[in-house]
């Protein structure tokens, strides 16, 4: 998809990293943030990384991350706040078709609202934190934060 819109689409973390998880979910979360970068943006490319994550102050590492990163338009504030709000799940209330129309050229094709749902779900279910930044004409960045190991 990228190479047929002319974007790049770079790949950037160890080749190894041991970790405890639900492939199939963590795949999932990645290919639709993937494909809805390349699908919305115009120009630019798509950025993945992978790496164990910060400790702080703490010598033990427990998580890792991955990052999504887009040079497109940004997404809408509204929409972040929906997306981030613990109360709503996607279901009680449907996504409006308007702010993706508002970051999209009116030829690009637009979805039907729920995928960035799919994905906070997903990221719930494999207990991972989901942060996301975005900045009007800059892109936007989805950072997923999971456990390197469950312990049930």
Known sequence: MAKDKGL???FEGPKS???????????????????????????GGVTVSWDLESAGES???????FTVKDTG?????????????PENNGTQEKVSEEPLSKINSSHLPSGE?????????????IQA??????NPEEGTMF?????????D
Request: with cysteine; proline share 3%.
């Open 17 to 43: 990293l041991k970790v405890d998880g639900d492939m199939v979910k963590v795949h999932r979360i990645a290919q639709n943030l993937i494909v809805n970068a390349i699908k919305y943006i115009q120009t």
């Open 59 to 65: 010598t033990e590492i427990t998580r890792w991350q």
């Open 143 to 151: 950072r997923i934060s999971l456990p390197l190991f469950y312990t």
């Open 129 to 134: 934190d989901l942060e996301i930044i975005s």
């Open 113 to 125: 609202g729920i995928g960035l749902f799919i994905v906070k779900k997903l990221c719930e279910l």
């Open 73 to 85: 338009r940004g997404i809408p504030s509204d929409l972040i706040k929906k997306l981030l709000d």
């Open 8 to 10: 790049w689409l770079r």
